[in-house]
């Protein structure tokens, strides 16, 4: 039986919450023209893991998409998820994160504004369903 998780998702430049607990950045680049002292002080995340973001190339491609095209989004998500747990790397970053939000809240977050269109809506599916070996 799996546990509850403590997972939830922010938009990164946004006001931290007590709900939210440890803020991960899940961006392939942190914040521009910030140095990584000010990360955390200056509220962008706690902890940026770049390992769980998608290739360079698979986010322009999710970029340049309208929000209309659907379809298109979810081969492209597909895609991601895919490569996201094509190897023990990835596998065991997506446990990692399972297991500490299975223990405290965890909040995974990308500069994205509208969820639904930004791959941190399925790296929380992903996080959600992950089974390890699976």
């Known amino acids: ?7 939830s998702t922010f938009q ?27 990360w955390v002080a200056d509220g962008y995340f706690d902890v940026w893991l770049p390992s769980v973001a998608p290739e360079a190339k698979l986010v322009a491609q999710i970029l340049k998409l309208n929000p209309e095209k659907t379809v298109e989004r979810e081969k492209l998500f597909d895609h991601y998820e895919r490569q996201l747990l094509s190897d023990a790397n990835g596998r065991q ?12 809240p965890v909040s995974i977050g990308c500069f994205c504004p509208d969820e639904s269109l930004c791959h941190r809506s399925r790296l929380y ?6 089974v390890v070996g699976a």
């Open 1 to 7: 039986m799996s546990k509850k998780l403590h997972l």
């Open 12 to 38: 990164i430049g946004t006001p931290a919450t007590p709900e939210q607990g440890l803020r991960i950045g899940v961006t392939r680049h942190p914040p521009r023209g910030v140095p990584k002292d000010r």
């Open 93 to 104: 970053t997506v446990e990692l994160i399972r297991q500490i939000a299975a223990r405290i």
């Open 125 to 130: 599916k992903i996080i959600q369903k992950h």
